[in-house]
């Protein structure tokens, strides 16, 4: 069974940062992508951001690009995600997720159906 636990959301000002922690277990968490999404009220689930299993790779939504960064530590089955210059519209609960593909493009894979496991949320909040 594959567990993940997510830390590190709080409350920031606007032009704050904060970093995220997801910890996994259960899976050989080196072999597949991992993802971050978020949820904000009356949302639909989005995709914010995906690395490669090696860490080599990584691909964002345009709505991060240049102010988030993901990161993987696969030696403590770990991913990270930097959150720098945070708007209020980055205000959402943020999960992190195990790919279900080992080696697809990361750009195909940003849909929530294209993760299998999810960690239970880490609340983000942005203030104006």
């Known amino acids: 069974q594959v567990q993940l636990v997510e830390s590190g959301g709080g409350l920031v000002q606007a032009g704050g940062s904060l970093r995220l922690s997801c910890a996994a277990s259960?899976?050989?968490?080196?072999?597949?992508?991992m993802g971050w999404f978020r949820q904000a009220p009356g949302k639909e689930r989005e995709f914010v951001t995906a690395?490669?299993?090696?860490?080599?790779?990584?691909y964002y939504a345009n709505s991060v690009k240049g102010r988030f960064t993901i990161s993987r530590d696969n030696a403590k089955n770990t991913v990270y995600l930097q959150m720098n210059s945070l708007k209020p519209e980055d205000t959402a609960v943020y999960y992190c997720?195990?790919?279900?593909?080992?080696?697809?493009?990361?750009?195909?894979?940003?849909?929530?159906?294209?993760?299998?496991?999810w960690g239970q949320g880490t609340q983000v909040t942005v203030s104006s």
């Open positions: 997720a195990v790919s279900k593909f080992h080696d697809r493009p990361l750009e195909t894979v940003v849909t929530r159906y294209d993760y299998d496991y």
């Open positions: 259960g899976r050989t968490f080196s072999s597949y992508p």
């Open positions: 690395i490669s299993w090696s860490g080599a790779s990584t």
